[in-house]
């Protein structure tokens, strides 16, 4: 199922940016298309917002890392006191 979509995203959103923009803007099949300039905001509004959930888990994972007790080796000396 995910396939058939990703496949049907693929196609579509190839003829909206590819071969609507050589078909006459009083064609009925220009109805079925969003304005062109959200052929550049949509990918654009993705990838920020994968931007941003991405580095949000890193920053977790490096938080969480920091407070994560480390456990002394033996014979090891420490340098803080």
Do not use: C
Not at 3 to 24: E, G, H, N
């Amino acid at each position: 199922m995910i396939f058939f979509t990703a496949t049907f995203v693929f196609i579509y959103y190839t003829v909206w940016t590819l071969i609507m923009p050589f078909v006459d803007t009083t064609h009925p099949v220009q109805n079925i298309f969003p304005p062109r300039e959200w052929a550049i905001r949509i990918p654009v509004i993705i990838l920020l917002f994968a931007v941003g959930i991405i580095g949000s888990f890193i920053g977790v994972l490096m938080v969480r890392s920091d407070k994560i007790p480390r456990k002394k080796v033996v014979g090891e000396k420490s340098y803080m006191r």
